[in-house]
């Protein structure tokens, strides 16, 4: 069975930084992409990041580039999100996807969340 | 990268059918074949219905069908029930390498 377990949310203050995690099970992790994505409270989803299975490539939305790096290892089966130089507009549930087997394709499994909370 | 049109809410009676539409451009939705469709029932995560414009993935109701014509994709959701109350976005592969949502649909089944 396919598991996702985001973890990291917290509150934490305008300008910090903050890791999140997600712990991947049940498949064979290095063979798909993943990704982050948010939803601001009672706001829709929005894209943020996608890494390749190898983690060789890495892609952002515009409103991340810079300060937002994805990363994973494979060894742990676990995927990353550093977020450095965090804004109040950076509030949100924080999900992590699994791609298909088309990179582009969509996510076919998704994390519970986690909450981020950008505030002094 | 500004966000896919979907319509506020739609709804529709128990039985009947709803779809729910999602507009873009050339260099989106127009462009590729990397629409998707997710439900989002509140308070959980979203759940993947379509992929590819037109894929469903295993274990997902065959109630469930999308298409695109140009810019614009559609999802159908035909003999609606209750359960399937639920927000509705879609999202597309961009041609800047990215991939961009929809602003999410909200379907009441009266």
């Known amino acids: 069975e396919v598991q996702l377990l985001d973890s990291g949310g917290d509150l934490v203050q305008p300008g910090g930084s903050l890791r999140l995690s997600c712990a991947a099970s049940g498949f064979t992790f290095s063979s798909y992409a993943m990704s982050w994505v948010r939803q601001a409270p009672g706001k829709g989803l929005e894209w943020v990041s996608d890494?390749?299975?190898?983690?060789?490539?890495?892609y952002y939305a515009d409103s991340v580039k810079g300060r937002f790096t994805i990363s994973r290892d494979n060894s742990k089966n676990t995927l990353y999100l550093q977020m450095n130089s965090l804004r109040a507009e950076d509030t949100a549930v924080y999900y992590c996807?699994?791609?298909?087997?088309?990179?582009?394709?969509?996510?076919?499994?998704w994390g519970q969340g986690t909450l981020v909370t950008v505030s002094s | 990268q500004s966000a896919l049109t979907q319509p506020a809410s739609v709804s529709g009676s128990p039985g009947q059918s709803s779809t729910i539409s999602c507009t873009g451009t050339s260099s989106d939705v127009g462009g590729y074949n990397y629409v998707s469709w997710y439900q989002q029932h509140p308070g959980k995560a979203p759940k993947l219905m379509i992929y590819d414009v037109s894929n469903r993935p295993s274990g997902v109701s065959n109630r469930f069908s999308g298409s695109k014509s140009g810019n614009t994709a559609s999802l159908t959701i035909s003999g609606l029930q209750a359960e399937d109350e639920a927000d509705y976005y879609c999202s597309s592969y961009t041609i800047s390498s990215t991939r961009v949502f929809g602003g999410g649909t909200k379907l009441t089944v009266l």
């Open positions: 996807g699994k791609g298909t087997a088309d990179f582009w394709g969509g996510y076919d499994y």
């Open positions: 890494i390749s299975g190898s983690g060789r490539t890495t």
